[in-house]
């Protein structure tokens, strides 16, 4: 088995890999913000390099501000709901990025 994982900026990479690697689990850790466009097809084109396909895709994307209170839907404005979609637009991109790659395998 292997796994890649995009923690690497976060601080948590290596209790991963080396979990992973204790469980005969081969894996690699490839920043990307998915704000950057360009940064982040160029991991997953790293993954795909190294690891010669990518068979699942999982984007769990986390908020910007996890400190910012919830708003119940009547007080959500057209400026919330574009910062959502900001978010949004980089799993359309992923996908396309790794889907054909998927389809062919």
Request: hydrophobic residues 50%.
């Amino acid at each position: 088995m292997r796994a890649a994982s995009d923690r690497s900026g976060f601080g948590t990479a290596a209790g991963y890999l080396a979990a992973l690697a204790q469980a005969g689990i081969e894996a690699a850790s490839f920043a990307a913000d998915v704000r950057d466009r360009d940064r982040l097809l160029a991991a997953l084109d790293a993954v795909n390099e190294r690891f010669g396909g990518i068979d699942v895709l999982y984007y769990g994307a986390a908020s910007t501000d996890v400190d910012a209170p919830l708003r119940s839907i009547t007080e959500t404005t057209a400026t919330d709901a574009r910062g959502a979609m900001d978010m949004l637009y980089p799993a359309i991109d992923a996908v396309g990025r790794v889907l054909p790659g998927m389809v062919e395998r």
